[in-house]
């Protein structure tokens, strides 16, 4: 396995390389045509990716490059809504070889502050890959996620090594399902779509796209819809209060969530879902999903 992340690297250098020839305009406009067989529309953008696209060449926001920041983003939470919101960190890391896998609990979690997919969850400490989980956050450690997506606010960010508490999450009010994340998106602080994605009982993923009155869109992003309804969480009306407050002088953000039998937990916030390459079906929906984001009057500089 340790090959592998020898080969995602050399990948990974090919790009930085590539970083130089190509501008951020060309590298986006060639990926949008892929995906929507049409350039994006930067002047006047209509649609939720169109408006991805255009927040990724308009500037850079230093509030974006904390609060993508995993460590900086516990801040925020903090002062805004409060520590009940947050998992507890267990350790942090500035070097893998930092890490010492004999003093940690059954169950933990390790990823990395200034990135996407460099998640390891481990369930069962006994019997451990150690050299994979060593070579798998050596690689995300030595990367840098502006090169690879172009996200300018992920550039900037000091990478290190969480060790979080593992989460146990509730099932979705039915015992079929779990409900692994809850996505809020929000727009000027107000949550108006509610991105749930849930797991059956053999590892399958669905997605629910939701308004907040719990109604289920007529849209599929990602993954299929769940086969039987699925309830709304008791915890509804917080969760939508919680992701209002943290993203009130925001244009658009979404916010991630865990929920427990007993919590809200924040996870994540998150700038460019998708790096604007989001596959709405059907694809009217990706301009439905755009319109409340008013980028007249937008904070991006």
Same mark, same amino acid.
């Given at each position: ?15 930085? &390389? ?68 947050? &998992? ?103 949550? &108006? ?109």
């Amino acid at each position: 396995m340790k090959i592998k992340y020898i080969l995602k690297y050399m990948e990974y250098l090919l790009k930085h &390389v590539k970083y130089y020839f190509v501008s951020n305009k060309k590298y986006r406009e060639k990926r949008y045509l892929i995906d929507f067989q049409c350039p994006p529309n930067y002047k006047s953008p209509e649609s939720f990716n169109e408006k991805i696209m255009w927040r990724m060449l308009a500037g850079k926001n230093k509030l974006f490059i904390q609060m993508a920041d995993k460590v900086k983003a516990r801040d925020r939470v903090r002062e805004l809504v409060g520590e009940k919101y947050l &998992v507890n960190v267990l350790h942090r890391y500035k070097n893998v070889s930092d890490i010492n896998f004999n003093v940690l609990p059954e169950k933990f979690v390790l990823k990395c502050n200034h990135d996407c997919g460099s998640v390891v969850i481990c369930k069962r400490n006994e019997g451990l890959d150690i050299n994979f989980i060593r070579s798998k956050l050596r690689f995300f450690m030595n990367r840098n996620q502006y090169y690879d997506s172009r996200e300018w606010q992920y550039r900037d960010i000091i990478p290190e090594i969480i060790c979080e508490e593992y989460v146990e999450l509730s099932d979705a009010g039915i015992p079929e399902y779990r409900a692994e994340m809850y996505r809020i998106h929000c727009f000027k602080g107000k949550a &108006v779509w509610l991105e749930v994605e849930y797991t059956d009982a053999i590892g399958e993923r669905y997605s629910c796209i939701y308004d907040t009155s719990w109604t289920l869109l007529p849209v599929i992003m990602r993954y299929p819809n769940t086969d039987i309804p699925i309830p709304a969480p008791i915890k509804l009306p917080e969760l939508l209060d919680v992701a209002g407050k943290l993203t009130l002088d925001i244009d658009y953000c979404r916010v991630d969530f865990y929920v427990t039998f007993e919590k809200i937990l924040f996870s994540e916030f998150t700038f460019s879902p998708a790096n604007g390459r989001e596959i709405f079906t059907p694809r009217s929906w990706d301009y439905i999903f755009g319109l409340p984001w008013d980028i007249n009057h937008h904070n991006e500089k």
